[in-house]
């Protein structure tokens, strides 16, 4: 194309002044006609980095019809006179087809003119992986291509020849830019530079992209940069770099079904064509189910779909024996239809440092799809340890700026290779060891002390465990499995009837078993049934409960059984015992003779609990002189620590004594007239409740037991209602009417009484409001 003197020549070399150059490195004749500097960097260059170099016709290409929209925009792009940017960052997974849309893309720009050169890095190749050739290749291609600039550059070469041989900035602004700026009021030239991961070194990846990013480098207006990697951590970190925000214009190769579905049916029809074997075999083949399944394992991404062809293409087998195996990844022989794709993937596990522990965080991110702080609190890490461990694996991986979203693999293929022995040998996950180490790891987690985290794993590791099947590998897990804390178990939406009941079961069959731990988990599932109640758990024997069991099932009206330990001061075991005494399970003597015991009735159990409450706030407000240091209460630090959006202790000190003030409030109300009681109420620290929103409840319900009192009056409910130093603070607030007051009490109310009859306990020991 002519269309002034500058003419971009397409590799066509016009005849030159000079003779023939002298013989190039591979033994090619130099360029005619433009003397030493190009002869000189003819030898330099790397001839196989071109993108129609001679055994080119091997390296990836986009099939027919793929990749369309990719290809325009990115066309679009870079003859566009007038782009925002003139870099552009082509990333995606490895594998994801970026060589392909690449070499597609430089072919397509070589037909328009506009190619100003270009380099394919190849991992490990002996020429291609060397930076240091770069820019002298590219500088070789410019001149060539561009008629303008061969005499410029050449002359550089001339004067200086060692220019071959200098860094990689020095080239890139002496061999490129300076000559190119005669060029500068044409169009654009684009130099692609793919898989700059590929390139030996992570220093000289960077050093390039220095040398193309830095505002410094002040490049000629017509050149446009098309740079395809791998999304690799240390690359991304220098596009990130404030330094380069907005030079450049970033494109994701993302997943497309229709472009793999696209690629497969062509080949699976040329296979169909081709294959001798094939002539009798009914079309559609595959059939369209088939067909839809190795879309879907492709995840979207041609690594797998272009593996499962090569494998099935194989002219010395028959391609539907090969099919049958791709579909069966557990046939023998399928591991060799994925050779291409585990010897991928093994590359860059091989290249990841610290393998050994990398490979527990894989096993957790295969098995529990769980996120970078996850994964540092379930391995005790500190901070940001997982995330520099799979710093290499990015292209495999993928990891969000946001540490809690959830890591994964960028292709299902991955996940299979990693937990198939015979595929990925010494990296494999899914063996047995590997799998008891991995719950080894979380059950230490989930038996430690309770920590602020809302890691609501224990659904998943409980199925994780029963799917280990049972053995005396296992019979290390016990110890673990009976040291579970249980605020993890009772904690709400953590696990489920259905979680407890698998647990007990896979236990039962373990023949190794120790009955003690399976006692322990038949009682949390008793327990847990209590409050989430599930059909077929009942008590066996109708059993007059003791005072302190009658005090926990009050409770239970009002609080959620993880909660019970802390606000009542017992231990797990304590409640445990107590609760288990109404289980089907447990032998001793209330059992064998039932009821005949003087029962303890549930207002005065609300009393005896009420005055408990009422205490402990009034320690909780002295030992921390009354709230501002808010580390001396026990219950402060487990609030903390249970409720992760609490921000600090201060606040976690204030909403457990506002915990406490409403359960009083409800206590209260459920107890017989009892003065006690009344005289307790106004040991209460003003500043604890009268100054809160909680002074509405207590009011209120305090001034409804009032009413009970046999000598009630008027006088003394009004009394209690004006108490409140402040009484501004003190009337029903809009936010708090009376009725969802009372309707939150009848709840509590109505919720301890279908416990009385879901456990069968006698009626006498309902509430009647
Ligand atoms: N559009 C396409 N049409 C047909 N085959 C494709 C296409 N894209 C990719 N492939 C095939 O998929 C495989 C992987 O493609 P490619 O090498 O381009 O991926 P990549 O993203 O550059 O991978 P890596 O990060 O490992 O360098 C190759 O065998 C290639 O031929």
């Given at each position: ?91 995606g ?10 070499r ?7 037909d ?6 270009c380099?394919?890095?190849?991992r ?113 970190e ?22 793999v ?73 399928s ?80 996940v ?13 996950v899914?063996?047995?060891?590997r799998?008891i ?92 049934s ?5 059909e ?151 500043s ?29 409910i ?52």
């Amino acid at each position: 194309m002519a269309d002034d003197g500058n003419v971009i020549n397409n590799y066509h070399i016009g005849g030159g002044r000079g003779g023939a150059g002298g013989e190039g490195r591979n033994g090619a004749g130099g360029v005619g006609g433009q003397g030493m500097g190009i002869d000189i960097l003819h030898r330099a260059a790397t001839l196989e980095a071109v993108h129609d170099s001679a055994d080119s016709f091997m390296e990836p290409k986009c099939h027919p019809k793929t990749r369309t929209q990719m290809l325009k925009d990115l066309r679009k792009w870079a003859l566009d006179p007038c782009p925002k940017t003139s870099i552009l960052w082509l990333y995606g997974p490895a594998g994801a087809g970026k060589t392909a849309i690449m070499r597609t893309l430089a072919t397509q720009l070589h037909d328009d003119t506009r190619l100003g050169g270009c380099f394919f890095f190849k991992r490990s190749h002996v020429t291609r992986s060397n930076a240091r050739t770069l820019f002298t290749t590219i500088a070789y291609q410019l001149a060539l291509n561009v008629e303008s600039l061969r005499t410029p550059i050449s002359e550089v070469v001339e004067k200086n020849p060692l220019i071959v041989g200098l860094s990689i900035r020095t080239q890139m602004q002496q061999l490129i830019s300076e000559p190119c700026r005669a060029h500068e009021d044409r169009q654009s030239l684009v130099i692609v530079i793919d898989g700059l991961d590929e390139c030996d070194g992570h220093a000289f990846q960077g050093e390039i992209l220095r040398a193309i990013l830095d505002p410094s480098s002040n490049h000629p207006i017509c050149f446009r940069f098309i740079i395809a990697s791998r999304p690799e951590a240390h690359i991304r970190e220098m596009f990130d770099s404030p330094v380069h925000s907005g030079r450049y214009h970033s494109v994701n190769v993302k997943q497309s079904f229709d472009d793999v579905r696209k690629y497969l049916c062509d080949e699976f029809s040329r296979i169909h064509r081709e294959h001798y074997t094939m002539a009798k075999i009914p079309l559609p083949w595959p059939t369209p189910d088939i067909l839809q399944k190795l879309v879907e394992n492709s995840s979207g991404h041609f690594i797998y779909a272009s593996t499962i062809i090569k494998f099935i293409d194989d002219k010395s087998y028959r391609p539907t024996e090969r099919l049958e195996m791709v579909q069966d990844p557990n046939s023998s022989g399928s591991e060799s239809a994925f050779d291409t794709l585990d010897q991928l993937y093994r590359t860059i596990l091989c290249s990841a440092t610290r393998q050994s522990q990398l490979i527990p965080i894989l096993c957790a991110i295969v098995y529990f799809e769980l996120g970078v702080s996850e994964i540092d609190q379930f391995f005790g890490f500190t901070e940001g340890e997982t995330r520099l461990l799979l710093r290499g694996l990015h292209s495999v991986l993928q990891l969000w700026s946001d540490d809690r979203r959830e890591i994964h693999s960028h292709h299902a293929s991955f996940v299979d290779f990693l937990k198939n022995p015979d595929r990925s040998g010494n990296f494999c996950v899914g063996t047995l060891n590997r799998r008891i180490g991995l719950a080894q790891s979380l059950l230490q987690f989930y038996a430690s002390l309770f920590q602020r985290n809302e890691i609501r794993c224990l659904s998943r590791l409980i199925d994780f465990i029963v799917s280990l099947p049972p053995s005396n590998a296992v019979a290390e897990l016990f110890p673990l499995i009976a040291s579970v804390n249980p605020h993890y178990i009772f904690r709400p939406a953590y696990l489920s009837n259905v979680d407890l009941a698998s647990i007990t079961s896979w236990l039962k069959n373990n023949p190794s078993a120790p009955t003690d731990v399976i006692q322990l988990w038949e009682d949390y599932a008793f327990m847990f049934s209590i409050e989430w109640p599930t059909e077929g758990v009942s008590v066996q024997y109708i059993v007059s409960p003791s005072p302190e069991l009658l005090r926990i099932l009050v409770s239970l009206g009002f609080l959620r059984l993880y909660e019970l330990p802390t606000t009542l001061d017992l231990t797990w075991t304590d409640l445990r015992a107590t609760l288990c005494r109404l289980g089907p399970s447990f032998v001793g003597d209330e059992h064998t003779l039932p009821v005949h015991q003087q029962q303890t009735t549930s207002p005065w159990a609300a009393r005896d609990v009420a005055l408990q409450l009422i205490r402990k706030m009034v320690k909780n407000h002295n030992d921390t002189n009354g709230g501002a240091n808010p580390s001396a209460s026990r219950d402060a630090v487990w609030m903390y620590n249970a409720y992760s959006y609490i921000h600090n202790l201060k606040e976690a000190y204030t909403q457990f004594q506002h915990g406490l003030g409403i359960n009083i409030s409800s206590l209260v109300r459920l107890s017989p007239p009892c003065p006690v009681l009344y005289r307790e109420l106004w040991s209460i620290p003003p500043s604890e409740i009268w100054s809160t929103w909680v002074s509405d409840k207590l009011i209120h319900h305090v001034s409804k037991w009032l009413k009970t009192f046999p000598d009630s009056t008027t006088d003394l409910i009004t009394f209690w209602q004006q108490a409140a130093p402040d009484p501004k603070l003190c009337h029903i607030s809009p936010y708090n009417p009376g009725w969802i007051t009372e309707s939150d009490w009848r709840d509590g109310v109505r919720s301890y009484n279908d416990m009385i009859v879901r456990l069968h306990l006698p009626n006498s020991l309902k509430i009647i409001t």
